[in-house]
T-cell receptor, first 116, second 110 residues
Framework: NAGVTQTPKFQVLKTGQSMTLQCAQDMNHEYMSWYRQDPGMGLRLIHYSVGAGITDQGEVPNGYNVSRSTTEDFPLRLLSAAPSQTSVYFC???????????????FGSGTRLTVV | QQPVQSPQAVILREGEDAVINCSSSKALYSVHWYRQKHGEAPVFLMILLKGGEQKGHEKISASFNEKKQQSSLYLTASQLSYSGTYFCGTLTDSWGKLQFGAGTQVVVTP
């Protein structure tokens, strides 16, 4: 049981390049989210999904796209990278099933992205 | 809208107590608490639901005042392992939109 897997762990991009951050979970969780973490800003929600085919915007969605074609995968796409997108990105998943012992969010290990 | 946490930082000696507060301007469905060690991912500590249900797996307690949209996390008889940054997360409507505060850095010294 791997939990939430994020790839890559580190990435350096040039301004204007595009890329996709991958996130996969094997816990059959309905809910998945992407956050970015910057010093002093806490964790800010970029996009989230409550099930396959359903996504919505969080607090800071500009410059990012998501899709959810399967329950397991929730990739985050940077369309045209900017230095302001330099950050640590976390993917997280959860289930609303109250019968489960722990229904908090499980986080992946993060992707450290630098845009130069 | 992000919840507001206080204090921003606290330094404790082993065995001392501390309280971290979290407040929201919107009615809350639930409050989550997470701890993050330096260079690691946040780890779930506890969830408090409207109506009084609580679930957690650490020796850390919390309260939830639904009328005031506030929650507090109590670090009792702190241990060195309690060091880290604590985040509260709030859900105001659907389960999917969990928003976090800016965090409280806790340092426990011997």
């Amino acid at each position: 049981n791997a939990g939430v897997t994020q790839t890559p762990k580190f990435q350096v991009l040039k301004t204007g390049q595009s890329m996709t951050l991958q996130c996969a979970q094997d816990m059959n969780h309905e809910y998945m989210s992407w956050y970015r973490q910057d010093p002093g800003m806490g964790l800010r929600l970029i996009h989230y999904s409550v099930g396959a085919g359903i996504t919505d915007q969080g607090e800071v969605p500009n410059g990012y796209n998501v899709s959810r074609s399967t329950t397991e995968d929730f990739p985050l796409r940077l369309l045209s990278a900017a230095p302001s997108q330099t950050s640590v990105y976390f993917c997280a998943s959860s289930s609303p099933n109250r019968a489960r012992a722990n229904y908090g969010y499980t986080f992946g290990s993060g992707t450290r992205l630098t845009v130069v | 809208q992000q919840p507001v946490q206080s204090p921003q930082a606290v330094i404790l000696r082993e065995g001392e107590d501390a309280v971290i507060n979290c407040s929201s301007s919107k009615a809350l469905y639930s409050v989550h608490w997470y701890r993050q060690k330096h260079g690691e991912a946040p780890v779930f500590l506890m969830i408090l639901l409207k109506g009084g249900e609580q679930k957690g797996h650490e020796k850390i307690s919390a309260s939830f005042n639904e009328k005031k949209q506030q929650s507090s996390l109590y670090l009792t008889a702190s241990q060195l392992s309690y060091s880290g940054t604590y985040f509260c997360g709030t859900l105001t409507d659907s389960w999917g939109k969990l928003q976090f505060g800016a965090g409280t850095q806790v340092v426990v010294t011997p």
